[in-house]
């Protein structure tokens, strides 16, 4: 059990690190809390693998501190290093041994028990194939043996650095459910993106960093429900609805067929909008709500630049500038 029951499962606070005159991480922030998926994203070049490195005593940091279930690393790394399974690199598999086997080397050679391996291959949904040569393996099947691996020691925190980088389409939804379940099981699994709307489907928490930096963090659904996301509306005779919905004081864009309403102030309730034109009998085909995605959110950030967001912070640790 952990000293340090409520601490996260990862807190970094301050990080820096340059390679000669690149600034890789630049006063970097992140708090990864117990449970559930937490998805590190940014666009590449923007200090992912850099700073999962620092965390891991791959690499040291210029500065900051960074801290793995509330205890400080690297300083006391080898006290919870075996609380932590990590895919930053790929393992390197026998081609003709089967995954099974293979699962099996590794469990010997970290003295863990050989009734682990079925374990572990169930969990990644391998257990069919656990016979089969590695080399007849799919890369998606491949990078979930690499996962099995890591489970092998039973950590509670995983760490994914880009994992589905060079996977197909099915492979990336097996890859996904992979996570899910095994944060559905009470783990805390930790994974690294560029592509932020993939991400969005399954992450629970988020970073968003550009060039080193924090710019936002914290639940999805509450970095995504946007105090002012425009009502998208269809409606036979726009030109007619675009002069009602202005008359009321609503901002009114036309966009692909359809006309986008919003207000300054706040957001618009649809029933408002499907009252207004009602009155006046134009009729709604379509009427929803345009939410953002973590994408739109990451470019409305990078252009609002940092003194926009502070509101966006949600698990800032104590002491953190
Ligand atoms: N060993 C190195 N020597 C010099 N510069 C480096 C080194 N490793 C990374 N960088 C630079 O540091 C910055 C951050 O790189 P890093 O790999 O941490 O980003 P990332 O977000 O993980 O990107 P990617 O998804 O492309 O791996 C980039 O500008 C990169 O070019």
């Not at 490195?53 to 900051?64: C, I, K, P």
């Not at 470019?299 to 003194?307: D, R, V």
């Not at 912070?313 to 002491?319: F, I, K, M, N, T």
């Amino acid at each position: 059990m952990s000293d340090h029951p409520q601490s996260p499962a990862v807190r970094i606070v301050g990080l820096r690190k340059t390679y000669r005159s690149i600034v890789a991480v630049d006063d970097l922030t992140m708090t990864v809390p117990l449970r559930g998926v937490h998805g590190f994203l940014g666009p590449n070049g923007s200090g992912k693998t850099t700073t999962i490195r620092m965390l891991l005593g791959l690499m040291r940091a210029d500065q900051g501190t960074m801290e793995l279930f509330g205890e400080p690393v690297p300083g006391r790394l080898p006290e919870v290093i075996n609380r932590v399974g990590a895919i930053v690199e790929q393992p390197r598999f026998f081609e003709n041994f089967s995954g099974r086997k293979n699962l099996a080397l590794l469990a010997q050679g970290i003295a863990v028990p050989i009734s682990r391996v079925g374990a572990v291959l169930e969990q990644v949904g391998l257990s069919d194939r656990a016979g089969s040569a590695f080399g007849t393996y799919s890369l998606g099947m491949k990078q979930r043996l690499a996962v099995a691996a890591t489970l092998l020691k039973d950590p509670e925190l995983l760490i994914f650095d880009e994992p589905t980088n060079g996977l197909d389409p099915q492979g990336i939804h097996e890859f996904r459910s992979t996570m899910r379940s095994l944060a559905d099981a009470g783990r805390t699994v930790l994974v690294s993106s560029h592509i932020l709307a993939e991400v969005q489907q399954i992450a629970d928490t988020v970073t968003i960093i550009g060039r080193g930096r924090t710019l936002a963090e914290g639940p999805v659904a509450s970095l995504l429900a946007g105090a002012a996301d425009p009502v998208r509306v269809v409606v036979d005779d726009a030109d007619r609805a675009a002069a009602v919905l202005r008359a009321a004081g609503l901002d009114v864009r036309p966009h692909e067929g359809a006309l986008l309403v919003s207000r300054a102030s706040g957001q618009v309730p649809p029933a408002e909008v499907s009252r207004l034109l009602g009155e006046q009998g134009l009729w709604i085909s379509e009427l929803t709500v345009q939410r953002r995605n973590l994408e739109e959110l990451y470019l409305q950030l990078t252009e609002a630049g940092p003194t926009q967001q502070p509101d966006l912070h949600w698990a800032r640790p104590e002491g953190a500038a």
